[in-house]
C-alpha cells in the first residue's frame, strides 16, 4: 500500500519535525541540526521498506541504517514515521507492525504487533499512542509503557490516514481513496470522536503552522471506469483545507487541482510547498497559490528545514531501484542530494 508523503510530524522535547512546528501551542526555538532520516516504502512485494540517514555537515549517507544497527531488516513496508522524544516509530502496513527505535543509535527497543492494517501513527501522552488502521475505518488505542495494542477502537471514517494531536484533540484524515471528504475529532481524554469535519475529497496529509492552523491536504478523488481505465471526466480535483487547531473548524480552502499529496511549511517566510505534479508554492497569508511553480518537477516527498531555509524532496524512480533525495534552495536551486532507498516517503529532521 502506498503512502507518497508522510505528513506533518510530532514536535516534543528535543526533536525539531518538519510538518509540526506546533505541538500544544509550544514552539522551542530552533536547534542546530544534527541528522536526516528518510523513509522508505520498499516494494510491496518484497517487503523491503528502509530507513536512509544523511548528516548535512559530512554528507555521508547510510541507506539502510536501521537494518545495520540492527543485524536484521525492517521486514515491511513502510507507511509513515513518527519521531517523540528518544523514539522514533516507524509503521509498516504489510507486516502490521511499529517498529520502535532509539533515535540517535536506531537501536530497536521494540515491536508493536497490530491485529489491523496500519497506516500512521501518533503521539497521545507518555502512557497511550493512537494507529489509523487503513481497511475497518477506525483508530486503535496504543499502549506506550508495554508497547502493545490494547482492545480499545475508536470507530472514524472510510481509510484513515494521518493523525495529528494538538492539545487534547486528534484529528484524523479519513481519505476514503477520494470517496470520503471527511476528518474525525477525537477527544484524547475520552477516546470518543467529539465531531465530524468536511473538507475536501481524500484528505489525506496533515501539517501545521505556527499559527496552530491545520493544513491539510485533500488529493481529491482519482476516477476509473469499469474497465479500471482512467475517467477523467469523473475525477473530483485536490485542494487544501485550513482548520483552526483550537476551535477544531474550517477557517478556509485553497483550490489547487490536480493531485495533491503531500506539503512542507516554512514559516518564516510565509511559504507553503505543495506537492501537486510538481512543486507549487501557497502564500501563506493571502492563501493564494503564486502562478509559477517553484519546479515542475514531480516527487514523493517533501520536507523544509527552517535551519538551512532549505526544501528537502524524494524522486522515487519506481519499486525496482532505489530513489535520490535532491535538496534545494529558496530559488529553486538544486544544490545537493543523496542516494536513499527505494520509494522515499518522508522526511525526518532530528537535532540535538
Known sequence: MKQ??????????????????????????PLEL?????????????????LTSYDPESGSTLKKAFGNANGRPLAG??????????????VLNNANKIEVAEVESLESVATIELSTTPTDFEIINNQTGYVSNLYDGSVTVVDLENFEETDQRISVGS?????FRM????????????NDNTISVINTTSHTVDHTIEAGPGPQDISVDMAGRLWVVCNGLIAYDENWERDPANDKPGSVYLIDGSSATVI????????????????DNAKAYL?????????MNTL????????????????????????????SRGYSQDGQALIYDQQGTAVDSFNVGIAPNGFHFVVN
Open 275 to 283: 506537492l501537486n505534479d510538481g512543486i507549487s508554492v501557497i502564500d
Open 4 to 29: 507518497r508523503f508522510i505528513r506533518s510530524l510530532s514536535l516534543l522535547v528535543v526533536t525539531f519535525l518538519i510538518g509540526s512546528c506546533v505541538d500544544g501551542g509550544n514552539n522551542p526555538d
Open 159 to 163: 481509510q484513515p490516514w494521518s493523525i
Open 167 to 178: 492539545n487534547n484533540l486528534a484529528f484524523v484524515a479519513n481519505k476514503g481513496a477520494g
Open 252 to 267: 478556509d480552502s485553497i483550490e489547487t487541482g490536480g493531485h495533491p499529496t503531500g506539503i512542507a511549511l516554512d514559516n
Open 34 to 50: 544534527s541528522s536526516v532520516y528518510v523513509t522508505n516504502e520498499g516494494n510491496f512485494n518484497d517487503s523491503d521498506g528502509s
Open 288 to 315: 493564494s497559490v503564486e502562478e509559477e511553480p517553484f519546479t515542475s518537477r514531480s516527487f514523493s516527498a517533501i520536507g523544509y528545514l527552517p535551519t538551512q531555509e532549505r526544501l528537502y524532496v524524494g524522486d
Open 77 to 90: 513496508i513502510i507507511q509513515s514515521a513518527k519521531i517523540a522524544g528518544e523514539h522514533i516509530f516507524m
